[in-house]
Structures are given as structure tokens and as C-alpha cells.
T-cell receptor, first 108, second 113 residues
Framework: GQSLEQPSEVTAVEGAIVQINCTYQTSGFYGLSWYQQHDGGAPTFLSYNALDGLEETGRFSSFLSRSDSYGYLLLQELQMKDSASYFCACTGTDKLIFGTGTRLQVFP | DAEITQSPRHKITETGRQVTLACHQTWNHNNMFWYRQDLGHGLRLIHYSYGVQDTNKGEVSDGYSVSRSNTEDLPLTLESAASSQTSVYFC????????????FGPGTRLTVL
């Protein structure tokens, strides 16, 4: 089977840095994706790591370690609009398996 | 601009009724997916399709069916709605071999009474 674990909730203040961790157990692993979902909205794609290492996209970075079955999403210079749920997802055989999500609350 | 739409956005139905949720995408993507989202469970895959006439079961497919007669549409049918199927349903699409990057519709909130 496949499973992903991530913290249920994280809080931080504006301007801070926060890291959301994701550990996975899966067969046929191709890569790790991250999605953002605001309350009442649809998930939107943030990043994808197929190889070990860090991928940077503006204020957001994502990291993958295949040997540790571990990845994280790093959000820098937090803004109020970053308050949302963040999902990691394993890519395998052309479909995604999602984690249960981490709710990020950013306070002024 | 290409998009993916779902209808209806909200639906209330009764136990035992058949319900069909529509999903239409103009990305011309071969891959299409249906998920349900419930508190504490994240997004769970119901059914998916890699092209016309292709359908596959996901992790929570019992009580649901799909059919793919063209590239643009993947309707989801609940054969006999149950209260346990009260949920928010999302449709998504992606290019072939690019399931890491999926484009989601706005969702349908379904309540089964």
C-alpha cells in the first residue's frame, strides 16, 4: 500500500519561515508533489521533485530525499495569504496519492 | 483560456437516488481523475481515466462509476447514493505521464440525506 504522513497543523507569524514535512511509504515511486488549497477552493499545484535535492520557486522551496522517503515544503517570508492547507502527494504510475494535509495558519 | 469545470457546484439528494456529477475540461488532457475530500482524509482517488474508453478504479471506488466517451468529459455516477458519500468531489486532469501536475476543477459539494 501507499501512505504519506504530514503534520496536521502548523502555525507561524508573518515574515517567518516554516517547513512542512512529509514522509511516505509507497511502491512505484516517481516523485513528490506539493499542492496548496485555500478554504473553499480547489487544490493548486505548487512544486514537484523527481530527483533528490532542493527545488526553488520564488518564496517556496521543496526538498526530496529518496533514500529517507522524506520531503519537505519550505515557505519563506510568510504572508497572510499563505494561510491554507498544503498537501504532499506521491506520483506513481501516472496518478497521485495524497497525504492528509497540513493546515498552515499565519498570524500577524 | 483552458479550464476545467464541474457541475453542479452544490447538490442535495436523498439516499438511494442515482446522482451524476459532471466534469468538463478544455485542456485536451488525456488523463482525468475524480477525488473525494473529507475532513481527516485528504484527497482520495475514486476513479481515473487515461483516455477515451479507458477507466480505472481508485482507492475508494465502491458505489461509484465513470465512463469516458470523449476527451473532454468524465462524468461520475453514484449508483445509489448513501449518506457516507456526502463529501466534496473534485475532478482533475493532467497531460500523459505528468500526473504530478494536475489541474483541479472548483469542486462539487454533495449532501446525501
Amino acid at each position: 500500500g501507499q501512505s504519506l504522513e504530514q503534520p496536521s497543523e502548523v502555525t507561524a507569524v508573518e515574515g517567518a519561515i516554516v517547513q512542512i514535512n512529509c514522509t511516505y511509504q509507497t511502491s512505484g515511486f516517481y516523485g513528490l508533489s506539493w499542492y496548496q488549497q485555500h478554504d473553499g477552493g480547489a487544490p493548486t499545484f505548487l512544486s514537484y521533485n523527481a530527483l533528490d535535492g532542493l527545488e526553488e520557486t520564488g518564496r517556496f522551496s521543496s526538498f526530496l530525499s529518496r533514500s529517507d522517503s522524506y520531503g519537505y515544503l519550505l515557505l519563506q517570508e510568510l504572508q497572510m495569504k499563505d494561510s491554507a492547507s498544503y498537501f504532499c502527494a506521491c506520483t506513481g504510475t501516472d496518478k497521485l496519492i495524497f497525504g492528509t494535509g497540513t493546515r498552515l495558519q499565519v498570524f500577524p | 483560456d483552458a479550464e476545467i469545470t464541474q457541475s453542479p457546484r452544490h447538490k442535495i439528494t436523498e439516499t438511494g437516488r442515482q446522482v451524476t456529477l459532471a466534469c468538463h475540461q478544455t485542456w485536451n488532457h488525456n488523463n482525468m481523475f475524480w477525488y473525494r475530500q473529507d475532513l481527516g482524509h485528504g484527497l482520495r482517488l475514486i476513479h481515473y481515466s487515461y483516455g477515451v474508453q479507458d477507466t480505472n478504479k481508485g482507492e475508494v471506488s465502491d458505489g461509484y462509476s465513470v465512463s469516458r466517451s470523449n476527451t473532454e468529459d468524465l462524468p461520475l455516477t453514484l449508483e445509489s447514493a448513501a449518506s457516507s458519500q456526502t463529501s466534496v468531489y473534485f475532478c482533475a486532469s493532467s497531460e500523459p505521464m505528468k500526473a504530478d501536475t494536475q489541474y483541479f476543477g472548483p469542486g462539487t459539494r454533495l449532501t446525501v440525506l
